[in-house]
């Protein structure tokens, strides 16, 4: 089976909690995880609810493959409609929380209504409780994480809990489990603050014991890692560098989005990449990076475990930031390095640290103070307005404005409503590197033309995560196109976007893809679950997964315009690079994406294509 | 040749598939809370260790066991705990100086490593070679490998 076949309702209104059973027939059209808990959210919740209303549903989601053998199978998803965006949003995050959530003998936990005091969830096994949590409102993840540990005597219980920016409800803020990972995008963070739900803890000794073939199961999860050690990306670049040592590489393909998207390359580039993080400082001889760490069940590792440099500015009255602790990963390097035009490797670090203590997404902040920064030097905002000098470069206003944001302090409040509403506020909303109100992350789509359809398409708003196709137009996999050329781009993206829904409702990690296509993780679905798995299927559920949250948002109120990129990148060309001289070509694909879709030129799925995938 | 489980904590990640590996093979279930070797975190190292049993050769829990159900695997030199023997008295997870033998309230028994007869889960599940499984007489051979590197590199 793999399911538990259970899930955990928990009604923050009336305070109760109660088991029901998995509707397997939806397991079987949806999988698991990303697929299964949209929909359950679809079939749940109003597309027009306000996000931050006690209507809005908050569910955390194993898939079949979370808490068994197979590689990376420890990750869970937060489906909700997103504040940020308005879409449906749905993040995933490794750690051990998703494992143990399975272990304790659930496949999801529904969140519903809104509690009057703060208040926690804690899971054992099958008993489930919402317990106070006013001793802990108003302080981090890390603080909430260690404290709930402590009162119930047991350090083997496994937390995801937000912190002060969720509680907060800055639009970007996440949800942290096993202090430095999180579901870190669309806001999923302020959800669970508006419901007054701090924490979620939870302790599971049952274990998973349904695999439904365990000695098939056992043979071909084993080949499977055998594929991701021998594959030159997940066997050793991630492991050794980690996802950074994309920083010099796209950098150098003029796809490195600069000072707000100003530029395409960051002179600087080298000094906030894999490389610099290996590299002794000069300030005290030792290297930034300790180590790699895995996630749960995962055998590639590419995690970073970082130490600051003891006597940077941001942390040298603070050593409470001084011992080993997450980062950087690429996408927070850019953000909140290249973004701002920021060079200062302990100041990046700092900024992450922060987000992670207090439950931010460090893309959508960084790319938030980016915007911040040129309405700084265009004089739209000035000192006395953000309470700093904030140019372009500034590690000290990088460093102040994530306390200030995290802390829900002076312009902090503003910069938590993300770049798109603080933008129009001001008067310039062309300035806000965003679709659907969600952050570019860091891949410029005048560089990587597949990417700007990605960010334009991406149901939960600009995201690298729903089609990588970084992947295919940077690293050739599974085969090389073209980064410059709009040329088959549309079904790239489309083909990427299937598959990776697919993965994401495995529960599995995406990172596997880089050696893994559907062909690999379907021996490993079809040996643990019940029913027939074969890739068409998977392929099919992919597809299907795609077309229900597409359906949401136009529910929701999105339209064909909401599916385009800001005019700084159709408009402004690519300054220098191999890309000097194009736009993103967004607006030539898109038409061709909605018809290789089986959409209307709205955008809309048409009936025949939605009878086909039973919606 | 009787051989030793092999920890070297600077390889490991934290991943936990010996975790899984150790609770799939001695009760069939992917379950790190059964898990007879356990990975502990120190976070502000950043460090990752698995921990397990050493099988001392005059072991705390066989010679503290009142009903003899901890025996010597004379193969393998693991310390074995009879299922159908034991009386779940606990007095060997006392006497145990490394807490390596636990209670499990499931089975009213103690449990702890048995080298899996010989072929031990973890060793064989663990990615980077943190958990290795070489020859008893021999588990500093990697140690002195690094340290004979050394000695021969006149840059030093």
Not at chain 1, 384 to 393: E, Q
Not at chain 1, 396 to 414: I, R, Y
Not at chain 2, 15 to 28: V, Y
Request: net charge negative.
């Amino acid at each position: 089976m793999a399911w538990t076949r259970q899930i955990l309702r928990v009604n923050l209104t009336k305070g109760t909690c109660t088991s029901e059973p998995l509707n397997m027939e939806w397991a079987m059209d949806y999988l698991g995880s990303r697929g299964l808990a949209s929909k359950y959210l679809v079939e749940e919740i109003d597309p027009k609810v306000d996000p931050l209303s006690a209507d809005n549903k908050l569910i955390m989601a194993t898939g079949p493959m979370t808490g068994t053998i197979a590689s990376t199978g420890g990750r869970y998803t937060v489906v909700t409609k997103g504040p940020l965006t308005g879409a449906i949003a749905c993040s995933n995050s490794g750690g051990y929380f998703g494992a143990e959530m399975k272990f304790a003998g659930w496949d999801m936990i529904i969140f519903e209504g809104k509690s009057s005091k703060p208040v926690y969830l804690m899971v054992e096994n099958d008993k489930a409780e919402l317990r106070d949590a006013s001793h802990l409102w108003g302080t981090s993840t890390w603080h909430t994480e260690e404290q709930i540990k402590k009162e119930n005597q047991d350090p083997q219980i496994r937390i995801s809990s937000i912190g002060k920016a969720g509680e907060n409800q800055v639009l970007f803020s996440c949800v942290v489990n096993d202090l430095h990972r999180a579901a870190g995008r669309s806001g999923v963070g302020a959800v669970m603050g508006s419901k007054n739900l701090k924490a979620v803890a939870i302790r599971g000794t049952k274990g998973v014991g349904n695999v439904e073939n365990p000695a098939e199961f056992q043979k071909v999860t084993a080949e499977k890692k055998q594929i991701l050690a021998e594959n030159a990306v997940t066997g050793e670049g991630l492991p050794t560098y980690g996802t950074q040592v994309l920083m010099n590489v796209i950098n150098e393909m003029g796809a490195l989005p600069t000072r707000n998207h100003k530029d395409v390359a960051f002179e600087s580039a080298n000094d906030i990449s894999a490389e610099a993080m290996a590299k002794p400082r000069e300030s005290d001889g030792k290297a930034h990076l300790v180590t790699n760490q895995a996630c749960f069940g995962c055998t590639i590792a590419c995690g970073r475990i970082s130490k600051i440099d003891k006597d940077h500015f941001s942390v040298v009255q603070k050593p409470q930031y001084h011992g080993a602790s997450g980062g950087l990963e690429y996408e927070a390097a850019w953000a909140l390095g290249a973004a701002n035009g920021v060079k200062d490797l302990e100041a990046l670090q700092y900024a992450n640290l922060i987000c992670n203590e207090q439950g931010m997404d460090p893309i959508s902040f960084g790319a938030t103070i980016g915007a911040v920064m040129e309405m700084y030097e265009n004089g739209t905002l000035d000192e006395k307005k953000i309470g700093v000098k904030a140019p372009f470069g500034s590690a000290e206003a990088l460093c102040e404005l994530v306390d200030m944001t995290a802390n829900g302090e002076g312009f902090g409040v503003e910069i938590g409503l993300g770049s798109k509403r603080l933008c129009e506020k001001y008067g310039q909303p062309e300035l806000s590197m965003s679709v659907k109100g969600q952050e570019f992350p860091a891949y410029d789509s005048r560089g990587i033309q597949g990417m700007g359809l990605t960010y334009a398409t991406s149901n939960r708003g600009a995201c690298h995560l729903r089609s990588y196709t970084v992947a295919s137009e940077v690293l050739g996999i599974p085969v090389k196109t073209d980064p410059l050329t709009t040329e088959g781009k549309p079904g790239l993206v489309m083909a990427f976007q299937d598959a990776t829904a697919a993965f994401d409702a495995s529960g599995l990690c995406i990172f596997t893809s880089f050696a893994w296509g559907l062909g690999d993780i379907q021996p490993q679905i079809d040996a643990a679950c019940e029913g027939d798995w074969s890739e068409a299927k998977l392929q099919e559920v992919g597809e299907r997964i795609w077309n229900m949250e597409k359906l949401f948002n136009l529910k929701a109120g999105f339209t064909k315009e909401d599916d385009q990129l800001p005019k700084r990148l159709t408009t402004e060309p690519a300054k220098e690079g191999p890309a000097k001289g194009l736009v993103a070509g967004v607006p030539e694909m898109l038409p061709e994406y909605y018809e290789i879709r089986g959409w209307d030129k709205e955008g809309v799925p048409t009936a025949e294509k939605l009878k086909s995938l039973g919606l | 040749m009787q051989k030793s489980l092999y920890i070297d904590p600077e390889k490991c990640t934290g991943c936990l598939q010996c975790e899984m590996a150790c609770s799939f093979e001695q009760t069939g279930v992917f379950n790190p809370s059964q898990s007879r070797i356990k990975v502990f975190s120190f976070e502000e190292e950043g460090r990752k260790v698995p921990y397990t049993c050493t099988q001392c050769d005059e072991a705390w829990c066989m010679q503290a066991c009142p009903v003899d159900s901890i025996k010597l695997d004379a193969a393998t030199g693991a310390k074995v705990v009879q299922d159908d023997t034991c009386v779940g008295c606990k007095v060997c997870t006392i006497s145990c100086p490394f807490g390596t033998i636990n209670y499990v309230v499931e089975t009213g028994k103690v449990a702890k490593c048995d080298l899996c007869g010989g072929d031990p889960a973890c060793a064989k599940a663990c990615p980077t070679e943190a958990i290795t499984f070489v020859d008893a007489n021999w588990t500093g051979l990697d140690k002195m490998r690094k340290w004979a590197a050394k000695a021969n590199d006149a840059s030093l």
